[in-house]
């Protein structure tokens, strides 16, 4: 009976128990949502970021294509007008069916997309092969221009008979004009260039022009080229090209020559890489020891060895009467 009777009062206190103290799974569901909310509300805005694997990004103006992007992975950050992009590949599209083909590690784009930057062992390469590289680059679309503010490197396309090495050249700072497809180079532009016969060429400018479309190269301001012992200096410089190869190199403008125990002037002269020959032509001065050359033209063989004077004018010996 007393065994009934304790049975029976605990019983009565476990329901007690049950109903008063005890929360309901409702309860508990809506605190873990209250704590979640709370959690949430504390984030720093911009970590909340939109994600996008495998961007594409096209820019036009009207039916025309001005830009294609790709991207590994694309990311905008909460309150923000920029993508950012990593692994970017962008085509950058010309006049006259010339494009550029663009790589970087990273780039930015804004939401109107009338500025792109790509940044991070940037290359560029055009239509006809010229191979642009530099940190940093910035396309805008107003001017259709790519621009790049840091030291640049490019390398030339190769020589359509195989014969002599390509163009290298470096500057502090580039830009691109897509609307005429002309690649500037700015400030402290020097290059390199080996010839047919192995020899090396170095010249030295403060702008040098290239075209994105041809093989039209021009140097400007204080040109000075280097060919084994001899100096030439003049304001322009333009290489000519014959069937895809560099043919010659044309300074016009007021040019001057030293050389080891020579020196001369002229209008213009013309450098012919695989002939290893020199022309001076517009009235050429050249001074050799003792004896003054002058005629139309005066063509210098075999880096100096051999010297011919076109029509000569005069021949004598320096401070000494003039001799037939």
Known sequence: MWKWILATIAFFFIVIELVFFAPSSGDRETSLAMQQQHKEDHVDPVDHEQVLSGGHLVESQGETKQWELESEVARKKRGSEEWTLDKVKVKFFGENQVFYRAVGEKGFVTDNQKSLKIEGDVEIVSSNQYVINSEVIYYLTESRTIEGPKPVKMQGPPEANGKGGPLFMEAERFDADLSTNVINLYDN????????????????????????????????????????????????????????????????????????????????????????????????????????????????????????????????????????
């Open 189 to 324: 532009v020097r290059g390199r260039k080996t010839m047919s016969d192995n020899r090396n060429m170095k010249i030295a400018s403060h702008k040098a022009i290239f075209s994105g479309q041809s093989n039209y190269a021009l140097f400007k301001e204080d040109v000075v080229i280097h060919v084994d012992s001899m100096t030439i200096t003049g304001p322009r410089a333009k290489f000519i090209y014959k069937d895809g190869a560099l043919y010659s190199l044309l300074i016009n403008g007021g040019v001057k020559i030293k050389d080891i125990g020579k020196w001369g002037k002229a209008g213009e002269a013309e450098v012919f890489f695989q002939e290893d020959k020199y022309v001076f032509r517009d009235s050429p001065l050249v001074v050799q020891g003792e004896d003054e050359l002058i005629g139309d033209e005066i063509i210098v063989y075999d880096g100096g060895e051999r010297v011919q004077v076109v029509k000569a004018k005069a021949k004598y010996r320096a401070n000494q009467e003039e001799s037939p």
